[in-house]
C-alpha cells in the first residue's frame, strides 16, 4: 500500500512565499511522474505543475515563473516552492504519483490560502 504525505499549506499574504512537501510511503518500486494538482471551491482539480523520475517539469500557465517543482528521488518527495502568491492561487493543494505496477496515487490534499 502507497501513502502520499503532503505537509506546508497554510495562510500567507499576497506576495508571500510557501513551500509544499509531499512524502511517498509503502511499498514502492519506481516513482515514475510526481506532480501538484490544486483545486478551489467549485472548481474543478487542474494540474499546477508535474516532474519526471529525470527531472523534466511542467507547468500551468497561472505560475509558470512564480512556482517551482523539485524532487528527491531518493527520499520518495516532491516539493513545490511557491513564490509572489495571489489570492487566485488559494485553493487546496494535492500531490499525485504515478507508481510503476502500482498506478495513480493521491495524497490528502493541504490547504493553501493566500489573503490579499
Known amino acids: 500500500q502507497v501513502q502520499l504525505v503532503e505537509s506546508g499549506g497554510g495562510l500567507v499574504q499576497a506576495g508571500g512565499s510557501l513551500r509544499l512537501s509531499c512524502a511517498a510511503s509503502g511499498t514502492i518500486f519506481s516513482i515514475n511522474t510526481m506532480g501538484w494538482y490544486r483545486q478551489a471551491p467549485g472548481k474543478q482539480r487542474d494540474m499546477v505543475a508535474q516532474?519526471?523520475?529525470?527531472?523534466?517539469?511542467n507547468y500551468a500557465d497561472s505560475v509558470k515563473g512564480r512556482f517551482t517543482i523539485s524532487r528527491d528521488n531518493a527520499k520518495n518527495t516532491v516539493y513545490l516552492q511557491m513564490n509572489s502568491l495571489k489570492p487566485e492561487d488559494t485553493a487546496v493543494y494535492y500531490c499525485n504519483a504515478r507508481i510503476m505496477f502500482s498506478g495513480e496515487h493521491w495524497g490528502q490534499g493541504t490547504q493553501v490560502t493566500v489573503s490579499s
Open positions: 516532474i519526471t523520475r529525470g527531472g523534466s517539469t
